[in-house]
């Protein structure tokens, strides 16, 4: 297995609605939502892009670091790396149903454990999102993190009890699909959350708790405050609100706001190991990898998730070599040029 037939069997099997291009920056897949893309004219997606493009790393080769350690320790949970499988839902709609969500959530789930990771699951309009994910999780004897839509309070409540029953080490809300229509359209509303009630999820409730989407220092404060675990620095690829800054740009407001009191994750556009080190210079202690983990699921289901999450390992050693970093729990700012 290599990646260019990971990529060429997953070109294939997305039957047009993933193009695979030589780099994913969401340019060709503007504006489609559902599907592969960011929303609207894409600039979200791009900014992700190319925030992390502009931000630059210096070569230092003088130093005794030759061994770095690239594992770290996330919610309580010993990772291999600090990159993480994003929640993905809704394969029917967004891959033309290159896979079903039950061998989609299955390939990503044992594909990131295998490859001594942990992956997240999604959620969506349709039971048989959230219901893969976790049959997936079962699977791996507990070893995933269900991310739940922003759905009325006690209903999130009751989902993450089924993650915890399952043994999940940690549940979640990807807060900004708050505006997502056809989960409303289906009759299962969601909506923003108040700090009294992220509050309250986090006090009915038994393991950590995340919020994903959150791009402003303040809001970060507020899940602070409220109890919250950890928070995904993320605009959801591109695909919550057009406009929106890259991740990379935010996050070092973000960090000095709330590093160092709950965990900071981000995903967005990371899309090698050398920008795993740049979003962990910038302030995260962990990334989230969506579209290059489903290009892997697509193109060699687990093993090719495997496969590509073994390429960001490797591409980020290098780069720890070649930034004289020592350990990626301990990123210094000073690497970035
Ligand atoms: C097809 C698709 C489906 C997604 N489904 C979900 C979901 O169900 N829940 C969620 O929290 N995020 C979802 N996301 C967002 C990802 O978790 C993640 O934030 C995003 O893909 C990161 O950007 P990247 O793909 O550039 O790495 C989805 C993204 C894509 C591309």
Known sequence: MDIHSIKTAARENFAGSCRVCPVCNGVVCA????GMGGLGTGAAFRHNIEALAECRLNLRTVHDVKRPDLTCRILGLE?????IGAAIGGTALNMKGAMTEQEYTEAVVSGCRNA?????TGDGPNPI???SGMAAIHKEKGWGIPIVKPRQTEKIVELAEKAAAAGCPAFGIDIDAAALVNMTNAGQPVGPKTGKELEYIKNHTTIPFIVKGIMTPDEAEACWQAGVDAIVVSNHG?????????????????AEAVKGKMTILVDGGVRSGVDVLKMLALGADAVLIGRPVIIGAVGGGKEGVEFVLDQYKAELHAALLLTGTAKVSDVPVEILW
């Open 238 to 254: 591109g695909r919550a609100l057009d406009y929106t800054p890259g991740t990379a740009e935010v996050l070092p407001y973000i």
């Open 31 to 34: 504006g489609e939502v559902p």
């Open 116 to 120: 001594g990771t942990i992956s997240m």
């Open 129 to 131: 999102v959230f219901d």
């Open 79 to 83: 990772l291999d790396l600090p990159v």
